[in-house]
């Protein structure tokens, strides 16, 4: 986010999406996440784009899921993870606290 509270995309997600310049992003906030959805054009009464664009997520979504299948599966019995999950969880309480304080 810039100093103006402009949003920049990630170029993995603006291709997920099909995006291009003058395309209306809309944003929903649902369960405390933020959902993004693109407007696409209807044919005949039909979203064939938006369709396409769903696919495409689901397909990305799977790989994320192996991957991290595979992860869990050849991590090392010695990670840190806990640990760090922890200390990160620490760092992020100071930096809310602190947030805004000069």
Avoid: C, W
Avoid at 22 to 28: A, E, L, M, Q
Avoid at 73 to 80: L, V
Avoid at 82 to 94: H, N, P
């Amino acid at each position: 986010m810039d100093k103006t509270k402009r949003i920049s995309l990630i170029k993995e997600v603006a291709d997920l999406f099909d995006m291009e310049d003058g395309d209306h992003i809309y944003f929903h906030a649902i369960n405390g996440k933020i959902i993004i959805t693109k407007a696409t054009k209807k044919f005949n009464g039909f979203d064939i784009e938006g369709e396409i664009i769903e696919q495409r997520i689901r397909e990305k979504e799977m790989e994320v899921a192996d991957a991290e299948i595979e992860r869990y599966q050849n991590r090392d019995p010695s990670d840190e993870y806990d640990r760090l999950r922890k200390e990160a969880e620490e760092l992020y309480k100071m930096y809310t606290e602190n947030k805004g304080k000069k």
